[in-house]
Every structure is written in structure tokens, then in C-alpha cells.
């Protein structure tokens, strides 16, 4: 069946034409769906760009397909959740989770083995309705019909109950992630002047992947609730309704707060002070419509066209913000503070500096400064510059220096917080010298010895990448000395060159190279790659390409390898193989973060239409309405990133150095809202037949280098490919 779908999504790619958005709405052309199935792990639910809540259905599964709480494979709802991950390949969050029921029931997650084991309930995926900003599905237990909605920091519920004599909404306050514990709770009643319940307060401290969480919520009814019961220590806060007529329906709104319950309740005073779901879900709606329509694209292919947006609107459902409405926030130090920014969280920056954050660059202009702003804070309340930031704690989940390749990225492109150049640098450079993660032993010798840490290989060079977005960024502000130590530290990867096998290899600290040595072997969190192969760490130097053709001897040799690595078996030998290396043509991995830039490695070497063949093939086989339709973790919106900003016809390859290099433009004609008003990207004839840039033209006037440098794409004007065989 998925060879019927790629051959489908084949043909029916080349019939992209013109054919403008009908009235505005592009949300309809989004299908959430996509990457529910398979490994993709993409968040089902409502919410609005960018926003801290992410209202949607958790399941019982705590196992990897689970992460972000949902899998097409499986119809099981212990409730709702306000908040999820999307993506990752860890679960954290599920935070505040609401399920309606009819009866007595188990205050307990339960197991699908046994029906009575806790509150859960099928849900009938067969009436089920995703859109941006709105949920929906019948909860076949209780024969309870779900509709959720949401704003920035409060999730809307509206719950339609049959006739019933004991209907109840249970707050669950224990169940969270996959990894996630619970070890404070707390949750208060607001009654009005009659003893009644209107609203209910608390908090839930947890530790689990973040491990000081904090979230505090304020959650008020649409009538008052004659009776509460606790179980569980305030874990469960059960609030009985009494009879339901058929039909009726009940609201719920919750609002969340990193500070405190007061925050919360100010949260919902500013966002949604009324009870209009129809209008909270059309602002919903609205918001997602606003931001969707940045890019137009002009394609009457109905799948192709549900690719797009889908993959536009997953690389917008995070960062999350990360403060009150007075713009109080949580520290990565607990200590509550007053800012004068957008604080954001879920930076997911392995995965994320590579494409979703360049493309934030040129979409999400209006984000930058407070990117740059929330980078900077959090550098001075923990020590450095993010690595994976979660709910105001760092995980340091992966390899290197992340952080500093986006700020600095910021840096040269001219947002900069009104920070000066010292407070720049000195951010930079603090955490480039951190002597923790392998970085101590990077210091010492030169490169990381592989008998001194694990995973050295990855780890020597994602510090490499790092330093040389520092050198970009050092070079840029007029640092020149700097700029040059640290281009010259970024090239310490070459340490690990073998030209007997010619890959990249551990290394002992006697010099020695680790053996056995096969380059299609992984082994997960122990060999010198992670999640990777030789062969697909063999190209993570897009700081230092032409170091990489020094070693190979000439520019014929380099592309030689490059030709192998897609022609290489396409298989990992391992018994332990990190399962996020998929998305296989060869060696080459599409389905994980460290192979993204690779096949633009050919434009960079002069081989322009050999980058085309393989982003194409990339294209029809990696990404499809279905599913399964994603070749690996979303990764907080990386993986759709790569496909948005590849379809553009150009990808940033190099850390901290703002120049696109051309690739293969996946639609005739394409418009962007840049700071500079709208650059139109056009490519007459784009497809099978015409599939390669023969000439590009500029504004009108021919460009000759292999790349258009970020300027030019936000000042505006006209991008036009010639295509040709």
C-alpha cells in the first residue's frame, strides 16, 4: 500500500499548477493526521502558533510511538491534555489532563487489558475531526462527544453528554509524559456566594525529561459545579455535574501559567474571558490562517498541496511561549522574573538549527528578537546558551553546542535584542569553553578521545559546527582575531580522517582509531556516532567543505564518496541501532537530523543537478498525505521545515553564514511575506520533464552564483528558476 501512495504522490506531483487559495483558508489544506502513524510522533490536538497550550487527546501507551501522546495505531483517551510535545523522541508534558465521564470510575491511568482498570475510553476515530485550533471526537464509553479549542495559554472544552444522572469531569493531575512523575499537587475550589464550585485552582510539579517542572492553572466552568471529590491525595479532582439532559453540553476553559495560580487567572481574564467556543475556535482558526499564509503556494494537486501546509503548520507548533500576559516568567534557575519579551520554550535545536529555525529567519521575522532575547536570558540564568530547553529547564538531550549555532545565526542576520557586542561575545564564547559534555576533553587534546567519551565523533563535531557559527558571528560584529581562533578550533573533526578506510573515525588518545570499524554499523548512545552511521557523519562538516575535499585530494573524489553513500546498502548493521536512523536511500538517512544539509553538499561542489534528482526523490518518497507520511521524528518541526524551506529551490547549509544554496523548486510559482513585502519565487514548468535550474534570474537582472544570499530574500522582489533537463 505505501508503494501505491509514493508512486501516486510521484505523478501527482508533477500536476502542481497554478490554483490560488480559496477565500483565504489555509487551514483546510492542513491534514494533522500526517506522522501519526509510524515514527513520526506529531501532536493531535488544538492550539494556536507558537502558543504554550497544546490542547489534545492522551492515550494510555507511556513507549516511544507515544511521545507526543497519540498514534494512529491506537484509540485509547485517559483525557486531555493542555500541554504535548511533537516530535521528539522522548515524552515529557501531558500536563492538567480533563476526561468527562458518566459513573464511578478508577482514578488511574489504567491498561487497555482491562476496561475498569481507570477513567479511560475508546474514541471513535471514525467521526474524529483534526483541523488548526480545533479537536473533536465521541468517547464510545461514556458516549460523550468531545470538542476542544484553544488560545495562546488557555484550552476551551465543550463536552455533549447524553442523559445521565452521575456525569462528572475528572481533573487528573498524575498522569503525564512517558517519563514523567508528579511530586507536588495541589488543587484548590473557588465557590461562588452559594457554596457552589466555580472554578478550581492547583499546580502540578513534576520531574521527568524537564526535571523541575512547574505549571500552575486556573480552571472555571461555564455553571456551577454542585459537588468536588478528591482521590488520590489531590491527584484527581472529580467534579460531579449531577443530570445531564440529552444533549447537553458543558464548558471548560483552563489557563496555564509558569508562574502562579494568579497568573493563570490573569492569563484567562486577558484571552478568553467569555464562554463562545464558536468564536474562540474561528479566532483559533483565524490566527493559524494569518500565519499559514506567509507562503502561498499555487498547486491543484490536492496531496501535494496537504503536504505543504501540513509540514508549514508543523514547524509552527513550536517554540512555545513561555510567559504570563504581564510577561512574568520561570527562569531556567526557578526564579520567577519580569520581562520585557516573548520567553519561549521547547527549543528542540539539534534538530531544529539545521532548517526550522533558518526558516523562522525568513517567515517569523517578528519572532527573531525575542529568539535571540530568550537565548540570552537564558544563558545568564543557567551558564549557557540552550542546548534543549524544556519548560524552563535544560535537558542537554544531544550533541554540541546548539544554541550558539541559532544565536549567532540571529547574530548575522541583524537581530540582536539590544544586546552590545560584549554581551554577544561573551554569551558565545562562555559557552563555547564550557568544560562539560565532552568539550573538557575537545580542550585537552584537540578532538575528543573515543576512549574518554562516548559518542565522540558526533560530539567533536556538532562543537565544530558551533565554533565556526561563533567565528561567522564574531567576524561579522568585527572581531577579527576571535573570528579566527575559533575557525581554526572548528576544524578539530579533521583529527578523526582516516585515508586508509577515508571516513571519519574514533579516536584513542593514543591516536589510535577504534576498531572493529564498519562503516554502516550504530549502536545507540555507544558507538562514535550518534544516531548514525560513518557514512552519514562522514558530511556533518558544512563549516569546513573545503577541508572536506583537501583530505579526499580533489573535488572528482569528494563527489565519488557522495555518489557512495547513496548507492551504499541501505540497511544499519547493529543489534542496538538507534531506530530514528530511517528514512534510508543507500546510507543516506533522511528520517534523522545530521544527513539534512548532505544532498546540498552537490550544489556546493558544482554538481547542482545531482542535488535536484536526489531533493526530489526525497520529496515523492519521504513525505505523503497518509499517516505514515513522514520518514522519521518530526522533531519539533524539522523534519517539515527541510521540506518547506527545500521547496523554496534553496537550504542554508552553513552555520551562522546567511546564504541559501539552490536545490530543486517544488512548485511553478511561490509567494512569501517577507519584512520587504513579497518575494516570488517562480520556476515555469517545474517537473518530471523539467526537473533541473538551468538560469536564474534576480529581480529581473541573471544570477550567476550557486546560492542567494538572506538579504535578498526578505528585501523582497522576484526569484525566477529556468527549468530544463
Known sequence: MKKLIL??????????????????????????????????????????????????????PQEWDWCSGYHDSDKTVIGFSHTHLSGTGIGDLFDITVMPVIGPTVPARGTEEDPESGAWSYADRSKEITEPGYYSVPLERYNITAELTAT?????????????????????????????????????????????VIALCGHRYSTGWAKNQKVFFWAAFDRAIPEVEF?????????????????????????????????????????????????????????????????????????TRAVFYTALYHTMIAPSLFNDVDGQYRGSDDVVRQGDFRNYTTLSLWDTYRAAHPLMSIIHVDMMEDIVATFYHIYKEQGD????????????????????????????????????????????????????????????????????????????MEYAIADAALANAAAHLGYDQLAAEFTERSHSWRHFWDPKTQFLRGRKTDGSFTEPFDPIYSRHETSDYTEGTAWQ???????????LVQLFGSEEATLAKLDGLFEAPDHIEGENASPDISGLIGQYAHGNEPGHHTIYLYSMLGQPDKAADRIRQVYKEMYFNDVEGLAGNEDVGQMSAWYVLSSMGFYQVEPALPRFWFGAPLFEKMTVKVPGGDFVITAKGVGEKKPHIKAVKLNGKPHTLPYIEYKDIVAGGTLEFEMGM
Open 7 to 60: 508512486a501516486a504522490a510521484a505523478i501527482l506531483m508533477a500536476a502542481c499548477s497554478t490554483n490560488p487559495v480559496a477565500d483565504g483558508d489555509y487551514a483546510a489544506y492542513v491534514n494533522p493526521k500526517i506522522g501519526t502513524g509510524g515514527h513520526g510522533h506529531v501532536f493531535v490536538g488544538a492550539n494556536v502558533p507558537f502558543g504554550f497550550v497544546q490542547l489534545g487527546p492522551t492515550s494510555i
Open 152 to 196: 495562546a495559554r488557555v484550552g476551551m472544552h465543550r463536552y455533549t453528554f447524553p442523559e445521565a444522572d452521575d456525569a462528572a469531569i475528572l481533573l487528573d493531575l498524575e498522569n503525564g509524559g512517558c517519563w514523567d512523575r508528579v511530586y507536588d499537587a495541589d488543587v484548590e475550589v473557588v465557590t461562588n456566594d452559594g457554596g457552589d
Open 231 to 303: 482521590e488520590k491525595g489531590k491527584l484527581y479532582a472529580r467534579c460531579k455535574l449531577g443530570h445531564t439532559a440529552d444533549g447537553d453540553q458543558v464548558m471548560m476553559k483552563v489557563a496555564l501559567s509558569p508562574v502562579s495560580v494568579e497568573g493563570a487567572k490573569a492569563n484567562m481574564k486577558a484571552e478568553l474571558p467569555g464562554w463562545d467556543f464558536e468564536a474562540t475556535k474561528a479566532a483559533a482558526r483565524t490566527a493559524w490562517n494569518k500565519e499559514l499564509s506567509k507562503i502561498d503556494i499555487q498547486c491543484k494537486d490536492k496531496d
Open 385 to 460: 546558551l540552550p542546548v534543549w530547553h524544556l519548560m524552563g529547564n535544560e535537558t542537554d538531550c544531544m550533541v554540541g553546542n546548539p544554541g550558539l549555532i541559532v544565536f549567532a545565526d540571529a547574530i548575522v542576520k541583524g537581530f540582536r535584542a539590544r544586546l552590545t557586542d560584549q554581551e554577544i561575545l561573551d554569551a558565545m564564547v562562555t559557552t563555547a569553553n564550557m568544560p562539560d559534555r565532552g568539550q573538557n576533553f575537545r580542550l585537552t587534546y584537540g578532538y575528543i578521545p573515543a576512549d574518554l567519551y562516548a559518542e565522540s565523533v558526533a560530539n567533536d
Open 537 to 547: 557523519y562522514l558530511w556533518l562538516v558544512p563549516q569546513d567543505v573545503d577541508g
